[in-house]
C-alpha cells in the first residue's frame, strides 16, 4: 500500500475549515458565557490558535495557546473547558472528512493521518504544564 503524505490533509484543511472551526467555537463561548461580546473575542483568539496549528507555525500556536489559557481563565473557564471546545473541533473536522470525502481513500487517508498529528499536537500548553508541576 502506498504511504499518504497528510500534507495533503492539511492543505485542505486550510482552504476550507477555517469558517467552520470560527462558527463552532462561537456556539460554544456563546453557550459558556452570557456575554457576547466576550464570546466573540475568545472565539477571534481560538481560532488564531487553531489557524496557526493547522499551518503548522508552532511557535506561534504555543504563544497563542498560552494567550488563550490566560484569557480563559479570566472568564472563570478551565483547561478542562478548552479541553472540550477543541474535542468538538476535532469532531467536527472529522465528521466533514467522513461524510465529503468518503469517496477518495487517497484524499480522506491524508486527512485522517493530518487530524491525527493535529490531535496529538492539542496537549496542554506550557503554561497549564508549569502550573500542574
Known sequence: MPTTDPSEGFSGLQQWSEPLIFDRLFSVYARLLSDDHLARGLTRLHARVWRALIGGDMSSFEALRETLVSALEHCNLTLSHLAEVDAEIMIELLDVVISRYN?????????????????GRL??????????A
Do not use: C
Open 103 to 119: 469517496r477518495s481513500q487517497r484524499t480522506a487517508r491524508a486527512y485522517h493521518l493530518a487530524l491525527m498529528q493535529l490531535a
Open 123 to 132: 496537549g496542554p500548553s506550557r503554561a497549564a504544564t508549569r502550573a500542574a
